[in-house]
């Protein structure tokens, strides 16, 4: 069973900064099915990129995912108010998330 | 525009069986190639992948939760089951439902299930 680490747990930013949000999976995962989702609070998670790189439909394109075997990162180049939420990898499994607050 | 809408007991005793469905709506649940799953998050905690059924009826069980996980497809209905056996506080949480290729791109809105006496 793939186990999936995500760092840092916790990344305090103001907006208009860069996000780096990184995954890191126990063995090679194929990049066709790493996926990064998006979660706001009492909301159900919602797909950003799939295939570790391409932009789910309707994300805008300051979201962007990269990456291959074991090691994955998904960028937010400049944040906007509505990205402060958590991110989640996952393979099937998920990893254990990385929030994004408000410095 | 597909929609995944979960219904069933928002309360269940310890011991007791969790039965959950998922209504699709705006799209067949045998077409395409797609697996139909759940997803599950305890009350502040992180998301759990619980298992999916496949548009041809195969299963594929997260192994820590296999033992007491089935999920079943009605096709005439357009949607797909879980039941959650012999459960106990640790599996109080918000339930998903969610299409699968690759990548989980529709999710239900979730509903919260509450094991309790």
Same mark, same amino acid.
């Given at each position: 069973?793939?186990?999936?680490?995500?760092?840092?747990?916790?990344?305090?930013?103001?907006?208009?900064e860069r996000a780096t949000l990184s995954c890191r999976a126990s063995q090679s995962v194929s990049s066709s099915y790493l996926a990064w989702y998006? *979660?706001?609070?009492? *909301?159900?998670?919602?797909?950003?990129?799939?295939g570790a790189s391409s932009r789910a439909t309707g994300i805008p394109d300051r979201f962007s995912g990269s990456g291959s075997g074991t090691d994955f990162t998904l960028t937010i180049s400049r944040l906007e108010p509505e990205d402060f939420a958590v991110y989640y990898c996952n393979k099937l499994t998920f990893g254990g998330g990385t929030k994004v607050e408000i410095k | 525009q597909?929609?995944?809408?979960?219904?069933?007991?928002?309360?269940?005793?310890?011991?007791?069986?969790l039965s959950l469905t998922c209504a699709v709506s705006g799209g067949s649940i045998s077409s395409g190639g797609y697996s139909w799953s759940w997803i599950r998050q305890p009350p502040g905690k992180g998301l759990e992948w619980i298992g999916y059924i496949y548009h041809s009826g195969s299963t594929y069980?997260?192994?820590?939760?296999?033992?007491?996980?089935?999920?079943?497809?009605?096709?005439?209905?357009?949607?797909?089951?879980? #039941?959650?056996?012999? +459960?106990?506080?640790?599996?109080?949480? +918000?339930?998903?439902?969610?299409?699968? #290729?690759?990548?989980?791109?529709?999710?239900?809105?979730?509903?919260? +299930?509450?094991?309790?006496?």
């Open positions: 069973e793939i186990v999936l680490t995500q760092s840092p747990g916790t990344l305090s930013l103001s907006p208009g998006q *979660q706001k609070p009492g *909301q159900a998670p919602r797909l950003l990129i799939y | 597909l929609q995944l809408q979960e219904s069933g007991s928002g309360l269940v005793k310890p011991s007791q069986t069980y997260n192994p820590s939760l296999k033992s007491r996980v089935t999920i079943s497809v009605d096709r005439s209905k357009n949607q797909f089951s879980l #039941k959650l056996s012999s +459960v106990t506080a640790a599996d109080t949480a +918000v339930y998903y439902c969610a299409r699968y #290729k690759g990548a989980f791109d529709y999710w239900g809105q979730g509903t919260l +299930v509450t094991v309790s006496s």
